[in-house]
Every structure is written in C-alpha cells, then in structure tokens.
C-alpha cells in the first residue's frame, strides 16, 4: 500500500484525492516488487505507464498547440520531444518525490534503481495513467499546469534550449556516439565578425550555422542538424 | 473549400458535422497548396497533423487498454505500433476518402503525392486533430469507433497478426534490409515434429522461435526479434 504520508502530500500540495487507492498502488509498483512477492498477486505499474505516456503526450501536444498558434509543426514537434522524454519526466517526478514511494524489488532497490531515470520516467508516465483511469483527462492537465506547463512557459524547452545537449541526447538515445564540432570560417570585420561551424557525428556532416561567435555558430550548426535527422524520421 | 459533398459525405457516412469549417478546409490542405497560391493567405494542415497524432495515439491507446485488461504492457505497444503506423493510417484515410478531398499543389498532384501514403497518413491525422478542435476528444472516440475499433477487435492488429510482415516493416523504415530465416534444427517423432528457426537481418541474428513446421518457428523467431529490437528502443 501506498504510504499514507504520500498520500496527504498528493493532498496538500497538488489537490489530488485518488477515488480508487489501488489504481495509485498500482501505479507505484515496480515489476522486480512483484516478483519478489508472487504470493501477493500483485499487479505492477507497466500497464498505466503504457496508458500514462499516451495521456501525458496529448496533454502536452493540446497545451503546445493552443499555446504557441504561429509555431509551426516542425518546432512544435521538437518542443514536445524536448519535453517528453527521460530527462524531462524523471525530473518531475523527482519534484513530485515519486522516487521515495516506489515499491522496488531488494535486488533492484540495490542496484540502485530508484535512481534510474528511465525508471522514474515510467513511474511519472504511470503516475498519470492512473490518474486519468481514476478522475479522467481534466485531472492529468490541471497536474500537468502544476508540474509542466510553467516550466515551458518559462521558457525551459523553447527555442532558446540548448540545441547541442538536444543535439547530443537525440543521436545517442542508442549509445554513445562522438560529436564533433568544426570552424569552417571567420569573416568581416573585428566589431562584426561572423563564424560558420558544422557538427558531424562518426565523420559524417549533420548540420551547419552561423553565428556572432562559435559558440552560437555552434548552436546554430545543432539545431540545423536537429532538423535536418528529425525531418528524416 | 472543401467540397460540399464531402461534407455530406462526413454526416451521411459518419454522423460528423463540423461547426467551424474553416478548420475542416485547414485539415485538407496540403502544404504545397498553401505555397502555390500565396495570394491567399492558407494555412496548411501540418499544426493539425501534430495534434492528431497525439490524440489517435490516445484513442487507441486507451482503447486497447480498457479492451484487453489481461494483455502485458510490451503486447499493448506491440499492437499500438501496428495500429498507429502509416499503412493503417494511410488505409484508414483511404477507407473515408479523404483522398479524394486534399487540396494540393499542382506539382505535388503531377508527383502522384495523392497516393501517397505518408501523406494519407498526415491527413488522416489532421482530419482527427481538426475534429478534436472542433468538438472534443468523444468526437474523435466515436469516429474511431467506426474506422478503428471494429478492425482491432476484428483481429486485423493482433497476436495472430503476421510478425514476419510486422519485423519487416520495422526493419525496413530507414530502407532495405535483407532479411532472412534459417532452419537450426527439427527433431521428435514424425507425428509431432518440432522446429527451430532462427532470423537475422545483414548477418546479425535477431532472434529464435520454435514450432510444429517451419512457417509456425519462423512467426515465432520473427515475434522473437520484435520483442528484442522494440525493447531496446
């Protein structure tokens, strides 16, 4: 059972009664728990976390639309990716302090899991599965105007991110891969000076820009390349 | 303008009417319209496309969530995949003849884009974000109910579903790949044979299976590789 202290904090802090405890029992159940305590016939959270993940994309995706009307798909599309993803969800359920009421299994618990960030991006994604299962869509938003939607009004997953570490996580979500930046050109005159940089990855060229100094050329080159691969998918 | 017939079609064939058909035209309109007359001002249906997307994957999600209470998370993926891709998609967009409907500019039209399926696939998704808009995430239910949800509960997209065209079609998203299925081994007595086949894609075994002839150990080698590369994703 969810711990009772958790629940009060849901309480107090984003005005969430769960109707049906189990659902959020659910929810906080990792599958090494359930494994370890087959005798329980207990139901873990990867379910929710399917149904979750669906939920928190169109809550993200609607808020996005209607938020931003003059952006085009393109942007939006790399919005959203800036938002839904490991980095992103695991933090907020960090904030959320869902990382201190996981049931993991012993082995997991000391590998370490409950600081895994794919775990705890699960965790977040079935954390709003089972809030939508038990209160519907309008309580997943009126979390999410909590949790997300200040942080992207706020400009944390803008235009203004950082297209390199964007650049990075994208080409090595499947494993490392080494990124190069290269100064092609510096031109005009010493108060306007103006670099021209490309970024290539395993010798291959991504992307190019121009910028005021390289490290913006830099960023430039990033998001040029973030474009070009996300066109490609 | 869309096409007042189509606009019976809509309430005649599915009992949709929009209130605001200004967001019904968007959703027809192709991007290459918009580029070939911009002396009118349009705007194409790629915002729209981005928050269908969301709200299908919704849809089915939730859909197959309720629908098959006992099926694992990884089968509910596995089945949301062969849902939300675009063959469906674009079968979908067929099926409602929305392809008779796009507006699209005249070199696109000349390059066969019509046929397309990825285009098929974009519209049919601007068609579901246009109705969300327009009426609410039910509306989109209801229509899924008649264009989705009797084929998943026809079995179009389920366990029995072809995994060898299925690991075929995700291997080859990015181009062509060689595929190929090798038998291991047979053995037990000739009223109850028992197969191993394995499959491996450029030289790189994916996966094993086996079954009582080899059609049935190749299905079960080519869900075996599924299950392996979808986990890693």
């Known amino acids: 059972m969810v711990a009772s202290e958790f629940v009060s904090e849901l309480r107090n802090r984003y005005g969430i009664e769960f109707h049906d405890l189990s659902i959020l029992d659910e929810a906080f159940t990792h599958s090494s728990y359930v494994n370890e305590h087959q005798e329980l016939g207990l139901k873990d959270n990867e379910r929710l976390e399917f149904l979750g993940d669906a939920v928190l994309e169109l809550t993200v995706s609607d808020y996005l639309y209607r938020q931003y009307p003059d952006l085009p798909e393109g942007k939006l599309t790399r919005m959203r990716a800036a938002i839904v993803q490991t980095r992103s969800f695991s933090a907020f359920s960090k904030e959320a302090h869902f990382d201190q009421y996981i049931r993991l299994g012993k082995g ?9 960030k ?4 699960d965790l977040f994604e079935a954390f709003n599965g089972a809030l939508y299962l038990d209160q519907g869509r309008q309580a997943v938003i009126d979390f999410a105007a909590q949790v997300i939607f200040p942080k992207i009004a706020a400009g944390q997953f803008d235009a203004n991110m950082d297209h390199k570490t964007a650049l990075q996580e994208f080409l090595q979500k499947d494993g490392e891969v080494k990124i190069e ?5 510096e031109s005009g005159p010493a108060h306007d000076r103006r670099f021209q940089v490309d970024v290539s990855a395993e010798d291959r060229v991504l992307g190019s820009g121009y910028g005021k100094n390289k490290k913006a050329a830099e960023q430039a080159a990033a998001s ?10």
Do not use: C, I, P, V
């Open 118 to 121: 794919t775990l705890l991006e």
């Open 108 to 116: 997991e618990e000391n590998a370490g899991a409950r600081m895994r």
């Open 224 to 233: 040029d390349a973030l474009e070009k691969l996300q066109g490609k998918l």
């Open 181 to 185: 930046y290269h100064l092609l050109s």
